[in-house]
């Protein structure tokens, strides 16, 4: 199959292109196919700019594609933050009285040990405390805070709160946007639900200067980061629906902005693409997988009802692998509550990961932070090998977990655990003995992310 994507201009005015992808539609894939065809139109005198939501994502796109082509000095590909830094507040930032060089980028002014930010605030407004209820209602708190970011730009020293605000006010000088506009050829933003409100109004002033070819790709049904609008030092304000940036997008005439949809799923069966399409926007996806498993519904919320039902299914389908969803975490504990009810009380020790963990690193002869420093481990990786060790042990209670444990790690992350043969010590010098013995896989949970 042979992808072609030029950048399409109506009156010799660029347009922007919204590409909407549902789950496993392979939408960077995608992006990453667009970008490949559009570098050979990139011009040397002009920039591609490719912004995605977090540093995982800019490697994965890195890595895509270094696959096919090499990467260029006028193709940008980072987060939105690094993205305004470099377009905005560098080159621009001077003009209306910040420092732009060098930067400081920082999360709250507090973490850089920054008291003379907080001093200033205090002397200019000093009996903050005291009448704060009678601030609140005049908006002087967030004077107070919006303030504090313009002494701290002064200084170089940006939030990301920052970086936002001040971009936006840049994005409001006609000539400034016209040097970006002239600078950046091509521009791709990946997650567009995921952007901030400020963000969207900075990519449609961009739009607006019509020297750019914008693509956004995102899905309406997958935004993750509405918390945002709480933490924001800003007063940055959570839209509402019809308002949220993409579907503002999705929303505007077809000539200003042509729609692309991938509906394609790669990743789900069948059975669990006509689910979602009963709930998603984009309601017409097809699964490549086509028809592998049966979904059952459990209306109860008794955990006996869910393990009988639960049992039953799983043995008239004969499953290997088996997984149950439920909507609340409350549920899934009073689950395995119940299915563990029967186990003796030391066994409860003996499944937990963290005893496999703990096993794992003290037997290294480092303490936590050593270890994952030396083997540049992330979390989750680790969380991988000790799931991984569970697993094996369940079928083959008598091996070694330090063999195990150096042979995931090789095989998942091609790294080499080296560990000692003395006695197994933790951070507090104790000598640890653990039996390991278990009975049922460990539930990965999401709520400490």
């Given at each position: 199959m042979?992808?072609?994507?030029?950048?399409?201009?109506?009156?010799?005015?660029?347009?922007?292109?919204?590409?909407?992808?549902g789950?496993?539609?392979?939408?960077?894939?995608?992006?990453?196919?667009?970008?490949?065809?559009?570098?050979?139109?990139?011009?040397?005198?002009?920039?591609?700019?490719?912004?995605?939501?977090?540093?995982?994502?800019?490697?994965?796109?890195?890595?895509?594609?270094?696959?096919?082509?090499?990467?260029?000095?006028?193709?940008?590909i980072?987060?939105?933050?690094?993205?305004?830094?470099?377009?905005?507040?560098?080159?621009?930032?001077?003009?209306?009285?910040?420092?732009?060089?060098?930067?400081?980028?920082?999360?709250?002014?507090?973490?850089?040990?920054?008291?003379?930010?907080?001093?200033?605030?205090?002397?200019?407004?000093?009996?903050?405390?005291?009448?704060?209820?009678?601030?609140?209602?005049?908006?002087?708190?967030?004077?107070?805070?919006?303030?504090?970011?313009?002494?701290?730009?002064?200084?170089?020293?940006?939030t990301?709160?920052?970086?936002?605000?001040?971009?936006?006010?840049?994005?409001?000088?006609?000539?400034?946007?016209?040097?970006?506009?002239?600078?950046?050829?091509?521009?791709?933003?990946?997650?567009?639900?995921?952007?901030?409100?400020?963000?969207?109004?900075?990519?449609?002033?961009?739009?607006?200067?019509?020297?750019?070819?914008?693509?956004?790709?995102?899905?309406?049904?997958?935004?993750?980061?509405?918390?945002?609008?709480?933490?924001?030092?800003?007063?940055?304000?959570?839209?509402?629906?019809?308002?949220?940036?993409?579907?503002?997008?999705?929303?505007?005439?077809?000539?200003?902005?042509?729609?692309?949809r991938?509906l394609?799923?790669?990743?789900?069966?069948?059975?669990?693409?006509s689910?979602?399409?009963?709930?998603?926007?984009?309601?017409?996806?097809?699964?490549?997988?086509?028809?592998?498993?049966?979904?059952?519904?459990?209306?109860?919320?008794?955990?006996?009802?869910?393990?009988?039902?639960?049992?039953?299914?799983?043995?008239?389908?004969?499953c290997?692998?088996?997984?149950?969803?439920?909507?609340?975490?409350?549920?899934?504990?009073?689950?395995?509550?119940?299915?563990?009810?029967?186990?003796?009380?030391?066994?409860?020790?003996?499944?937990?990961?963290?005893?496999?963990?703990?096993?794992?690193?003290?037997?290294?002869?480092?303490?936590?932070?050593?270890?994952?420093?030396?083997?540049?481990?992330?979390?989750?990786?680790?969380?991988?090998?000790?799931?991984?060790?569970?697993?094996?042990?369940?079928?083959?209670?008598?091996?070694?977990?330090?063999?195990?444990?150096a042979?995931?790690?090789?095989?998942?992350?091609?790294?080499?655990?080296?560990?000692?043969?003395?006695?197994?010590?933790?951070?507090?010098?104790?000598?640890?003995?653990?039996?390991?013995?278990?009975?049922?896989?460990?539930?990965?949970?999401?709520?400490?992310?």
């Amino acid at each position: 199959m042979i992808y072609i994507y030029i950048a399409i201009k109506i009156k010799d005015k660029m347009i922007m292109v919204l590409t909407l992808a549902g789950p496993g539609s392979g939408k960077t894939t995608d992006m990453v196919k667009q970008i490949i065809n559009n570098m050979e139109f990139l011009d040397m005198n002009r920039e591609m700019a490719i912004i995605t939501y977090t540093n995982a994502s800019v490697e994965d796109i890195k890595s895509k594609l270094m696959c096919d082509v090499s990467i260029s000095p006028n193709v940008f590909i980072g987060t939105i933050h690094s993205f305004l830094v470099r377009y905005f507040i560098k080159p621009y930032a001077v003009n209306i009285g910040y420092k732009s060089n060098p930067v400081m980028i920082v999360d709250e002014f507090s973490n850089a040990g920054l008291e003379w930010v907080e001093a200033w605030v205090k002397r200019k407004y000093p009996n903050s405390a005291r009448n704060e209820r009678k601030n609140r209602e005049k908006g002087m708190i967030q004077n107070r805070r919006n303030r504090a970011i313009q002494a701290a730009a002064k200084k170089g020293i940006y939030t990301y709160d920052g970086i936002i605000k001040i971009s936006r006010e840049l994005s409001g000088e006609k000539e400034i946007m016209q040097s970006v506009g002239n600078k950046l050829q091509f521009l791709y933003i990946d997650e567009y639900q995921d952007i901030s409100r400020y963000g969207h109004d900075i990519i449609l002033k961009i739009e607006k200067a019509r020297h750019t070819q914008i693509y956004v790709v995102g899905d309406p049904d997958q935004s993750i980061y509405r918390f945002r609008y709480g933490n924001s030092q800003i007063s940055e304000k959570a839209p509402a629906g019809t308002k949220q940036p993409l579907r503002e997008l999705m929303s505007m005439d077809d000539v200003k902005c042509p729609k692309r949809r991938l509906l394609v799923n790669y990743r789900s069966a069948e059975e669990i693409v006509s689910f979602i399409n009963q709930y998603a926007t984009l309601e017409d996806q097809k699964a490549e997988n086509g028809s592998v498993c049966k979904i059952q519904y459990i209306s109860s919320d008794k955990a006996e009802d869910i393990a009988a039902k639960f049992d039953k299914v799983c043995e008239i389908y004969q499953c290997e692998t088996k997984l149950i969803v439920a909507k609340n975490n409350d549920t899934l504990q009073k689950f395995c509550n119940f299915v563990l009810k029967g186990n003796v009380e030391e066994n409860k020790k003996l499944k937990d990961s963290k005893c496999i963990q703990d096993f794992i690193i003290s037997s290294s002869g480092l303490n936590y932070d050593a270890f994952m420093e030396a083997y540049d481990f992330s979390p989750f990786q680790l969380k991988k090998i000790v799931v991984g060790i569970r697993r094996i042990l369940r079928k083959n209670p008598q091996l070694d977990i330090l063999k195990i444990a150096a042979a995931l790690s090789k095989k998942l992350y091609g790294k080499k655990i080296a560990f000692s043969d003395s006695n197994y010590f933790d951070d507090k010098g104790k000598i640890q003995n653990y039996n390991f013995s278990f009975i049922d896989d460990e539930e990965i949970s999401d709520d400490k992310k």
